[in-house]
């Protein structure tokens, strides 16, 4: 099947096909062979035998070697056994996780960046700072001559506005336009 394909299928390709096959590639190269699966039926058999046979591959068992047989190995190739960890819950635990899968990993690290951005832009502890009964008093006085100020600001503005601006700019204008519509409805 292969060979018939190489002309149609690139290197590249193949490598996308069998990585979204084994559920390995990011989600681009997943869309990227979705597409040509579904313009390509020669594609999407291709993908559908490496799907097969990727999951023929994750369904085998694991074997346990004998010891024996695992020193020997070690020996001969010069190298040290495997050591055992000392806390095999948490080993096993730890190795559980696959972090060799994208989105595994790209969301560990997510998770990651997220909780240290979130702990640098909302952990701003605010300098407590107590306060003598002398200064709140001094406070509260300060507040009230302060509103008092602009009470009588307010109250002589309003003053102003009505015995200068609303007679001389507003009433006055108002009256001499009703005055005319008067004149003219009444035909005088």
Do not use: C
């Not at 701003?124 to 009964?133: F, G, I």
């Amino acid at each position: 099947m292969q060979e018939k394909n190489s002309n149609k299928i690139d290197e590249k390709l193949l490598e996308k096909i069998i990585a979204v096959a084994y559920s390995d590639a990011v989600l681009y190269d997943r869309m990227v062979v979705w597409i040509n699966a579904m313009r390509d039926p020669e594609i999407k058999e291709l993908l559908d035998e490496y799907k097969l046979t990727a999951s023929s591959v994750h369904s085998l068992d694991e074997k346990k070697i004998p010891e024996a047989n695992l020193k020997s190995v070690y020996h001969k190739i010069g190298q040290r056994g495997k050591s055992n960890p000392a806390v095999p819950f948490i080993h096993s635990f730890i190795h559980s996780f696959n972090f060799s899968k994208p989105l595994v990993s790209s969301a560990a690290v997510g998770l990651i960046i997220v909780a240290i951005v979130s702990v640098l832009l909302f952990y701003n502890p605010a300098p407590y700072q107590k306060y003598t009964k002398a200064e709140i008093e001094l406070a509260q006085q300060q507040l009230g001559e302060s509103l008092a100020i602009v009470n009588k600001v307010f109250y002589q503005t309003s003053k102003k506005i009505d015995a200068e601006v609303i007679t001389k700019y507003v009433s006055k204008p108002l009256n001499k336009g009703l005055n005319l519509i008067n004149d003219y409805l009444i035909g005088g």
